[in-house]
């Protein structure tokens, strides 16, 4: 059974051919909630598919800044259900544990940050980093979507794809949007990749918090086959991020540094 499979059940549902209504079994995403403890203390609670959740953990603490590299995290443990990571970071070595206090619930379509570090400092333009030419993006779109099964499956996911050098290094995929570029970060991480010069693939929509995560990891561009949000695109504009969107059928609208595709 592929990984992907874990983050769906076969649910009994009746379905309407425009004649009659009819028995069937449907494939449907999961949803679980996620606890995450940093350092003894609950801090959140994610609603996601239960998939790659130790990557969903440390990826939502690189975007908070708590987690700036590999040797920024002590250890990390999952509960035997998945549905707790326990993250402690190098710094909190040898301090007692806080009690717990009550977290925050964020719902499957994401949420901003919650401020848990401080930004030492202003985080600077990303890298000059990738070139590439339009059909290359569209190759890497299609094979993207070639991956990203549980879509096809239940049609209720988000997919998000990292990419370095022509490559698709992982594709993530769950009920967040948020949370598929949380799990690249945290994958990235964990497996010290350097995101600087690589690229984001998505299906859904590129909003404000989805550039401030790439921002973070230092990627250069960002295609999806959806649309951007205003000021997503300003974001881009301002960080030195190239944006990507409506990426079907050979065409594409470049929104942001088109100096990095070669035409």
Known sequence: MRRESLGSETLRALSYDGRRLLESEERIVRELPLEVHLNGRRV?????????????????????????????????????????????TAEAEGRPEPSVTPERT???????????????????????????????????????????????????THAAALVRDGDILAVRQDIGRHNAIDMLGGYALLNGLDCRGAMILRTGRVSSEIVHKVRLLGVSLV???????TLAVQMARE?????????????????????????
């Open 223 to 229: 295609a999806s086959l959806s649309v951007p949000t």
């Open 106 to 156: 964020v719902a499957s379509s994401g949420a901003g940050s919650m401020g848990l570090a401080p930004r030492a400092e202003p985080v600077g333009a990303v890298p000059a980093g990738v070139r590439i030419s339009p059909g290359q993006i569209q190759d890497l779109m299609r094979r993207f979507l070639d991956l990203a099964s549980l879509h096809d499956e239940t049609g209720g």
């Open 239 to 263: 960080a030195g991020i190239t944006l990507v969107g409506s990426v079907r059928s050979g065409r594409m609208k470049i929104y942001s540094h088109e100096g990095r595709l070669t035409i």
């Open 44 to 88: 959140i609670t994610i609603a996601c598919a239960g998939m790659h959740v130790e990557e969903l953990a440390v990826g939502f603490l690189v975007s908070e800044g708590v987690l700036r590299n590999r040797a920024d995290l002590s250890s990390l443990e999952v509960s035997e259900d998945g549905r707790e990571v326990r993250v402690r």
